[in-house]
């Protein structure tokens, strides 16, 4: 398939940039993926929507300040954009339950795939000083993609330093300063570990939650650390020759089991954004069985793949010709999809990360 088969014309004034005050308000597009009829409602009227028995999967991961300014050792101010923590003992991989684990078993010692910029001030072996010293950092190298893999020396804890140096990262088409650094991380959020919030979960309140939940909706969760990588653009033509970043993400046992339970007694299973999509279609065997399991997912959905847990798919609105827009076209049909999406820019739904959802069941 060719990229600009998920084209579509987007009005700028379209693309939200600022949260809505209360998240459960937003427009909800329902669709029916058989038939493509659409519906529209508000993301309040979600308990409306699903049965009793059906089961909501949702992205716990905690989008971290991951955009950090510092000072060269020849005196530069550059700015480093965490993407992705790439190991954390010098001899391979160690995984652990959470971000909190992980962070204080490393100690002083971390490496990342970050963006830099200016990228011609952070070279191989350029040295790096944030705050007052302290975070300190070293370029180890630059990789095929002109990321800087780069080597963080601290003492403390890692995610109380971000938590002092950082800045939350917003998608470039966010122009508008964020007030509430909360607003771009969902009320369930948990582990610490993205560069970009599961957007789709941001609607959701917890009173939303426990009416569900009082409804006879199961709640659990899954882990998908979302990367830069998720939403670098397709630059290949032909969209099978793209290569996806891995991200890593945790399933537990409890969870697997709850879904596979879900799934044996006729409950629709509805993942909460496409990465929650991506762990689940990652960790289910051709039988249709999820399992438990830890590690980097670099599964790249696109028409003509065929699903093996998900049920429905709550989501957020998502760029043209991204890798996201691919994965709802697998899920919905690419012509039910474009056909949403110009009935949600016709009624002047809210574009991307600030903005409204569709139901796809």
């Known amino acids: 398939m060719q990229k600009s088969d998920f084209y579509y014309d987007l009005p700028h004034e379209l693309i939200a940039q600022t949260p809505l005050i209360n998240r459960q308000q937003s427009r909800l597009l329902c669709m029916d993926k058989q038939s493509g009829v659409l519906t529209h409602r508000h993301f309040y009227d979600l308990p409306e929507l699903l049965h009793k028995g059906d089961c909501l999967i949702l992205n716990d991961s905690r989008v971290l300040p991951a955009r950090l300014l510092g000072v060269t050792d020849s005196g530069h101010t550059v700015e480093v954009l965490l993407l992705r923590e790439t190991g954390n003992i010098k001899d391979g ?37 944030f705050g007052n010293g302290e975070l300190t950092a070293t370029v180890n190298n630059v990789n095929e993609s002109g990321n800087r893999m780069i080597e963080f020396n601290y003492d403390g804890n890692f995610l109380d330093i971000l938590d002092k140096l950082g800045k939350t990262p917003l998608p470039p088409y966010i122009y508008e300063e964020l007030t509430d650094a909360e607003r771009y991380q969902t009320v369930y959020s948990k582990e610490a570990g ?92 051709e039988k249709g069985m999820v399992s438990a399991y830890c590690g980097f997912t670099d599964i790249f959905i696109y028409p003509g793949y065929s699903f093996k847990c998900i049920d429905g798919l709550i989501t957020n609105f998502h760029l043209p010709e991204s890798t996201l827009i691919m994965l709802v076209s697998a899920f919905a049909g690419r012509t039910n999809t474009l056909n949403a999406y110009e009935e949600a820019i016709r009624e002047k739904y809210r574009f991307f990360s600030f903005g409204d959802a569709c139901l796809i069941l």
């Open 93 to 129: 991989f160690t995984f652990f339950s959470s971000s909190e684990q992980m962070y204080n078993f490393m100690g002083n010692y971390t490496i990342w795939e970050c963006l830099t910029k200016p990228g011609k001030k952070t070279k191989e072996g350029v040295k790096i000083v």
């Open 194 to 285: 993205s560069s970009a919030a599961p957007t789709a979960g941001l609607h959701f309140t917890r009173d939303l939650l426990n009416e569900l939940l009082e409804k006879g909706v199961e709640v659990c969760y899954v882990t998908l650390h979302v990367g830069l990588g998720t939403f670098r653009p397709v630059k290949s033509e032909r969209i099978e020759e793209h290569d996806m970043h891995a991200e890593y993400y945790v399933i537990n046992e409890e969870t697997a089991g709850l879904i596979n339970n879900v799934k044996k007694h006729g409950g629709r299973v509805v993942a909460v954004g496409t990465t929650s999509c991506r762990v689940l279609e990652s960790c289910t065997d």
